[in-house]
């Protein structure tokens, strides 16, 4: 089956360490995104990556670093720089066809800091 | 630069009554708009989008939603509500300009009692 696969599905970290949270897709597309949710904040945009070997900056990019090697993974590590990292990370991909196309998100993956 | 705003934290409404969730935006060049769902602990599902044409969008489990280019607004609505509709529900544009950056709203809890 086609999708997006996120692991790990939980996560705990002590401070000062740099996690990786990884993001997989076999649905050929090109648009890769990573999201972090917190409650009562919806969804805010830390990076976006719309070919292999480029990414951009998204609103929240600080204490977090992203490189997109091969068009099927974009990896998130979460540096010790990042003041809060507690939260749900959530990856998704997209085509980019004509223009912008809907997102196909992955299940999550939930980093606690002890 | 884009935004999203969703005016209400929770929607409250009655089985078999109508719903309306409530969106407006704001983008550079012509929107590109999204709804998606959200159930504990998953990621986002799409619901339906707007990229041009007819104002009113169908989309899954019938949901539809009006776009209004001039108040910029763009409401998720169902005639009938479902206890099963009740999830967390999200907003999301895209500008054609600026690439591919996809921002979403601080999303909206719907309760739907029976």
């Known amino acids: 089956d086609g999708g997006i696969t996120q692991s790990p599905k939980y996560l705990f970290r002590k401070e000062g360490q740099n996690v990786t949270l990884s993001c997989e897709q076999n649905l050929n597309h090109d648009a890769m995104y990573w999201y972090r949710q917190d409650p009562g904040q919806g969804l805010r945009l830390i990076y976006y990556s719309q070919i292999v070997n480029d990414f951009q900056k998204g609103d929240i990019a600080e204490g977090y670093s992203v490189s997109r090697e091969k068009k099927e993974s974009f990896p998130l590590t979460v540096t010790s720089a990042q003041k809060n990292p507690t939260a749900f990370y959530l990856c998704?991909?997209?085509?980019?066809?004509?223009?912008?196309?809907?997102?196909?998100f992955g299940e999550g993956s939930r980093l606690t800091v002890l | 630069a884009q935004s999203v705003a969703q005016p209400e934290d929770q929607v409250n409404v009655a089985e078999g009554n109508p719903l309306t969730v409530k969106c407006t935006y704001s983008v550079s060049g012509n929107p590109y708009l999204f709804w998606y769902v959200q159930y504990p602990n998953r990621g986002l599902q799409f619901l339906l989008k707007?990229?041009?044409?007819?104002?009113l969008v169908k989309g899954s489990y019938g949901f539809e939603a009006e776009f209004n280019k001039s108040q910029t607004s763009f409401h998720l609505k169902k005639p009938s509500a479902l206890v099963s509709d009740s999830a967390l529900y999200f907003c999301a544009v895209s500008g054609n300009t600026g690439g591919f950056k996809t921002i979403f709203g601080a999303g909206t809890r719907l309760f739907v009692k029976a």
């Open positions: 707007y990229i041009t044409g007819d104002n």
């Open positions: 998704a991909s997209t085509t980019k066809g004509s223009g912008p196309g809907e997102l196909f």
